[in-house]
């Protein structure tokens, strides 16, 4: 009668205690990712809900008051917007529009007016002259791995990079703030252009990926386990 016993081997012991060091490192620094990241997301939809602000004279860090709710009042551009290409919320491809829209004191936002649809023949009018707009701050927009680059002497625009378009409307950096504001939606429901097309692009899989760490650590563990009696019952 042959006796199990568990002999995985030192080498085996200190490889798979390195490995499940790593393992359980990274789905607990994802775990603490969760909260966090959570009331990010309920910071950013309660800011979306919330009443506009009218926006600062100066404000320094756009990126700290990002998807909040803002007004102002302007002066619109009478030039032709920009047409930047992009999908709207339910993924259809088209053009998002923007031009400048002149505060009092001179200083421009550069607005996102709404989105229309690629095939739409000719665009909307758009607001021209003295304007008070309500919308959502956004950053300035970030290239992706695979974004062409833009082509303004073509028209050919694939990112809205405040700081192109405002160099299109003949804008020093000085003349502009630097970041977005997407324009509220007007007008009847299906009017166009589309306004409040704001995209919450902030992931958060940290529950998946702690999952899937913690997941392969008991896997490794499991192989572990059996490779150490399997070793055993084969020098037996």
């Given at each position: 009668?042959?006796?199990?016993?568990?002999?995985?081997?030192?080498?085996?012991?200190?490889?798979?205690?390195?490995?499940?060091?790593?393992?359980?490192?990274?789905?607990?620094?994802?775990?603490?990712?969760?909260?966090?990241?959570?009331?990010?997301?309920?910071?950013?939809?309660?800011?979306?809900?919330?009443?506009?602000?009218?926006?600062?004279v100066?404000?320094?860090?756009?990126?700290?008051?990002?998807?909040?709710?803002?007004?102002?009042?302007?002066?619109?551009?009478?030039?032709?917007?920009?047409?930047?290409?992009?999908?709207n919320?339910?993924?259809?491809?088209?053009?998002?529009l923007?031009?400048?829209?002149?505060?009092?004191?001179?200083?421009?936002?550069?607005?996102?007016?709404?989105?229309?649809?690629y095939?739409?023949?000719?665009?909307?009018?758009?607001?021209?002259?003295p304007?008070?707009?309500?919308?959502?701050?956004?950053?300035?927009?970030?290239?992706?791995?695979?974004?062409?680059?833009?082509?303004?002497?073509?028209?050919?625009?694939?990112?809205?990079?405040?700081?192109?378009?405002?160099?299109h409307?003949?804008?020093?950096?000085?003349d502009?703030?630097?970041?977005?504001?997407?324009?509220?939606?007007?007008?009847?429901?299906?009017?166009?252009?589309?306004?409040?097309?704001?995209r919450?692009?902030?992931?958060?899989?940290?529950?998946?990926?702690?999952?899937?760490?913690?997941?392969?650590?008991?896997?490794?563990?499991?192989?572990?386990?059996?490779?150490?009696?399997?070793?055993?019952?084969?020098?037996?």
């Open positions: 009668m042959s006796k199990t016993s568990f002999h995985p081997g030192l080498a085996l012991t200190l490889v798979t205690t390195l490995a499940l060091t790593v393992l359980l490192g990274l789905g607990i620094w994802q775990a603490q990712k969760i909260g966090p990241k959570n009331q990010m997301v309920a910071a950013i939809e309660a800011g979306l809900a919330a009443a506009p602000e009218p926006l600062p100066h404000l320094d860090d756009p990126a700290a008051v990002a998807y909040r709710r803002f007004s102002l009042d302007g002066t619109a551009s009478s030039a032709d917007p920009v047409r930047v290409y992009g999908t919320l339910q993924g259809k491809a088209g053009y998002h923007y031009k400048p829209v002149v505060r009092d004191f001179g200083r421009a936002v550069i607005v996102n007016f709404g989105w229309v649809p095939e739409l023949d000719s665009l909307p009018p758009l607001p021209t002259g304007i008070s707009i309500r919308g959502v701050l956004m950053t300035n927009a970030v290239a992706g791995s695979f974004t062409p680059e833009n082509d303004a002497e073509n028209g050919n625009w694939y990112l809205a990079d405040v700081h192109e378009i405002a160099t409307y003949g804008l020093d950096s000085k502009y703030y630097h970041f977005r504001l997407f324009a509220d939606h007007s007008g009847e429901p299906r009017a166009l252009p589309k306004g409040s097309q704001v919450i692009n902030i992931p958060n899989n940290h529950l998946e990926y702690m999952l899937t760490w913690f997941g392969i650590a008991a896997g490794l563990i499991g192989v572990y386990v059996a490779f150490g009696y399997k070793k055993d019952s084969e020098n037996a």
